[in-house]
C-alpha cells in the first residue's frame, strides 16, 4: 500500500531540546517537501528537494534543518534555534516538477 | 517575494447554497493547484490548471485559471455536508521547474444541514 507516513502523529518537547519529525515515502517520487501549518496562515514551505543529496531552503527554513540520504526518507529536525516551534507540519513528496503533491499525515509538535 | 492572497478566510453556508473561493497571486503563475483538507485531516489534491482561462469541472466543483494566469477560483454548486474542510489554492513560480508551490492562507467552509 503506497504513501506517506509520518512519526509520530504527536510530539511533545521541552523548551531548548532539538528533536527529529519523519517522514518515509513509497511512492517512488523524486521530490520532497517540509511545510508547517499554523492557524490562519496556510502552509508555509520550510525546505524540498528535488533529488537525493540535495535540497533548499523554502520561505520559513531558519531554525530547522534536513537531510536527504535515502529517496524515500526526508527527516525534518525542529532546532532550539526555531523561536516559534509548536505547530503542525506536514510532509509531502510528488513526481519532479509541478506536479500533485501527496501528503503525509502530519505531526503535531508542542513545544512546552 | 511571491505571494498568493485567498478570499474568504471562512465562509458559512445553508447546504444546498454556493461558495466560491477566489485565489490571487502578485506575479504570473505556471500553474496553480487547489487542495482540500477536512478538519483533523492532511490536504487532498482536487485539480491542477495549467492554461490560461481554463475551466474544468468535477461535478459540483468548477474551477478557473485566470486570462492573466495571475488568480484562480473553486466555486461549489448546491453544497453538501460533505464539502465542509478548508479550501487552499497553491500556486507554481512561473521561473524554474522546481515544483516549489506557494499556498494560499485557504478559506474554511461550513455547511449547516
Known amino acids: 500500500d503506497g504513501g506517506i507516513t509520518q512519526s509520530p502523529k504527536y510530539l511533545f518537547r521541552k523548551e531548548g531540546q532539538n528533536v527529529t519529525l519523519s517522514c518515509e515515502q513509497n511512492l517512488n517520487h523524486d521530490a520532497m517537501y517540509w511545510y508547517r501549518q499554523d492557524p490562519g496562515q496556510g502552509l508555509r514551505l520550510i525546505y524540498y528537494s528535488q533529488i537525493v543529496n540535495d535540497f533548499q531552503k523554502g520561505d520559513i527554513a531558519e531554525g530547522y534543518s534536513v537531510s536527504r540520504e535515502k529517496k524515500e526518507s526526508f527527516p525534518l529536525t525542529v532546532t532550539s534555534a526555531q523561536k516559534n516551534p509548536t505547530a503542525f507540519y506536514l510532509c509531502a513528496s510528488s513526481m519532479s516538477g509541478y506536479i500533485e503533491q501527496f501528503f503525509g499525515p502530519g505531526t503535531r509538535l508542542t513545544v512546552l | 517575494g511571491q505571494q498568493v492572497m485567498q478570499i474568504p478566510q471562512y465562509q458559512h453556508v445553508q447546504e444546498g447554497e454556493d461558495f466560491t473561493t477566489y485565489c490571487n497571486s502578485s506575479t504570473t503563475l505556471s500553474n496553480i493547484q487547489w487542495y482540500k483538507q477536512r478538519p483533523g485531516g492532511h490536504p487532498v489534491f482536487l485539480i491542477q490548471?495549467?492554461?490560461?482561462?481554463e475551466v474544468k469541472k468535477q461535478k459540483r466543483l468548477t474551477f478557473q485559471f485566470g486570462e492573466a494566469k495571475k488568480n484562480s477560483s473553486l466555486h461549489i454548486t448546491a453544497t453538501q455536508t460533505t464539502d465542509v474542510g478548508t479550501y487552499f489554492c497553491?500556486?507554481?513560480?512561473?521561473?524554474?521547474?522546481?515544483?516549489?508551490?506557494?499556498f494560499g492562507q485557504g478559506t474554511t467552509l461550513q455547511v449547516k444541514p
Open positions: 490548471l495549467v492554461k490560461s482561462g
Open positions: 497553491a500556486g507554481g513560480e512561473w521561473s524554474g521547474n522546481t515544483g516549489k508551490l506557494i
